[in-house]
């Protein structure tokens, strides 16, 4: 991802907070863009590279937080080709849980996600 950082929640910082340097991140898109097409895929995975939450002025008065992140190269994986194997999606209003924002995810689902991905989660998490 362009730029190695992360924003979250409308740019706000406490769910940027919850992170640690070394935590696994990854990118659920629901839409194309914002009041887009559907997506509903994973879309980027990477590590948090330090405990800095830090503001970023966007212009026009919007200055958002961000958390820096080095990226892995992944494929993008749609929701539906993991669904039935993530821990995620096992309550029956999961749908609304991904609607939360930045959630925590077990190391099971993280794990499958980064397979799918095609990203190596050992070496993500080694360098």
Known sequence: MEGGFAQVCHGKKE????MSKGDIFVYYSPNIEVQG???KAFTAIGKI???EV?????GAGFVP???RVR?????????????????LCVPPNWGIVLRRGLIPLTDKDTCTIACAMGVDLLE???N
């Open 49 to 51: 590279e330090d405990d």
């Open 65 to 67: 937080f961000r958390r």
């Open 54 to 58: 830090f503001e970023f002025d966007m």
């Open 71 to 87: 990226y892995a190269k992944a494929k993008e994986v749609a929701l539906d080709l993991v669904r039935g194997e993530l821990d």
């Open 15 to 18: 769910p940027l907070r919850k």
């Open 37 to 39: 097409a559907p997506l």
């Open 124 to 126: 993500l998490r080694r």
